[in-house]
């Protein structure tokens, strides 16, 4: 199975910064059609996840332009150019590359 | 509105059984993949199964033989049959809409809870 390790683990972040996550991958993640497949979900308090980030690059239906998503292969990161209080929550990334799906282990925003 | 809803979470003895079903609105839900998905403090996010709309299913390794998807699409339903249940499924089970082209998981259910305890 692929393993996904994002870090940092907890981000602290006063609003009006950027912030940075990244998502280090045990294999690549570049496909022969030349994506990269990697997704960003973001879960807020008390809520089911939700789709930021798809093809690690594209931003999903309704996500802010201030969210991005970069790299390729085994290095991905998805930054975020000024954080909003709404922004807060869990990050995962999760790579739908290849069955079994396998998600990042999180990573905890939060405002400062 | 798209919406997906689960129910039939709740608590089972170890090696007991549960089915889980997600009732899905607001789209064509013939036309979708599905996936479940489970959330548990300790291990996280962890992918469980996929139906394709031709029934075609696929499994995580920790629940094959032991679960089995289905779909019901005249009735707009997913369902999830749990078997042999163990400690270690005991998660938030989440029904989730496979999006079109190469979106995978864009719509969530809010979750049904499976405890598996004594």
């Known amino acids: 199975d692929i393993v996904l390790t994002q870090s940092p683990v907890s981000l602290p972040v006063t609003p009006g910064e950027p912030a940075s996550i990244s998502c280090r991958s045990s294999?690549?993640?570049?496909?022969?059609?030349?994506?990269?497949?990697l997704e960003w979900y973001l879960q807020k308090p008390g809520q089911s996840p939700q789709l930021l980030m798809y093809?690690?690059?594209t931003r999903a239906s309704g996500v802010p332009d201030r969210f991005s998503g970069s790299g390729s292969g085994t290095d991905l990161t998805l930054k975020i150019s000024r954080v909003e209080p709404e922004d807060v929550g869990v990050y995962y990334c999760?790579?739908?590359?290849?069955?079994?799906?396998?998600f990042g282990q999180g990573t905890k925003l939060e405002i400062k | 509105e798209a919406q997906l809803v689960e129910s039939g979470g709740g608590l089972v003895q170890p090696g007991g059984s549960l089915t889980l079903a997600c009732a899905a609105s607001g789209f064509t839900f013939s036309t979708h993949w599905m996936h479940w998905v489970r959330q548990d403090p300790e291990r996280g996010l962890m992918w469980v199964s996929r139906i394709e709309h031709d029934g075609t299913t696929r499994y995580a390794d920790s629940v094959k033989g032991r679960f089995t998807i289905s779909r019901d699409n005249a009735r707009n339903t997913l369902y999830l049959q749990m078997h042999s249940l163990r400690a270690d499924d005991t998660a938030l089970y989440y029904c989730v809409r496979d999006g079109d082209g190469p979106i995978t998981l864009d719509l969530w259910g809010p979750g049904t809870m499976v405890t598996v305890s004594s």
């Open positions: 999760m790579q739908v590359l290849q069955l079994p799906y396998t």
């Open positions: 093809l690690a690059s």
């Open positions: 294999q690549s993640l570049l496909h022969s059609s030349g994506y990269n497949y």
